[in-house]
């Protein structure tokens, strides 16, 4: 096998990778938009999950943001397009979901939302 080119980047795999939705204030929809596109990207790239950041509300009661993606986690999980999600609320080792998630992927255990309860994250096994 040839070595890379002096300066030449070796792309790692990224098992799970994170996308911030919050980023920009986006509306409903264009956060929606893009997670299809980063969900679309991060199965393309070798990942097999996603960390969505998207907010809980700037009121501290839940934001609409937060459930529009979530109801789109729903909806793509019933159509198979992803294989299941967690809310960050649920986002514990006592979950079942959660817990399978993580012992398909190790290093989610060590991800420092997990067991606080953050209704502001979801994580997504593609």
């Known amino acids: 096998m040839t070595p ?4 030449a980047r070796i792309a790692a795999v990224q098992k799970v990778s994170v996308v911030n939705l919050e980023e920009g204030y ?18 393309e790239h070798g ?36 294989r299941s999600f967690v809310a960050g609320e649920n986002w514990r080792v006592s979950n079942e979901i959660a817990w399978g998630i993580s012992r398909q992927l190790p290093e989610l255990k060590q991800d420092r939302d997990l067991n606080r309860g953050n209704r502001g994250i979801s994580i997504v096994l593609l």
């Open 47 to 82: 990942a097999r999950a996603v960390k969505v950041i998207h907010g809980y509300g700037s009121s501290g009661v839940g934001g609409v943001l937060r459930d529009a993606v979530q109801r789109q986690l729903r909806k793509l999980q019933d159509e198979g397009l992803i």
């Open 4 to 7: 890379p080119a002096p300066g």
């Open 26 to 43: 986006p509306t409903a929809n264009q956060a929606l938009l893009r997670l299809e596109f980063e969900l679309r990207q991060a199965r």
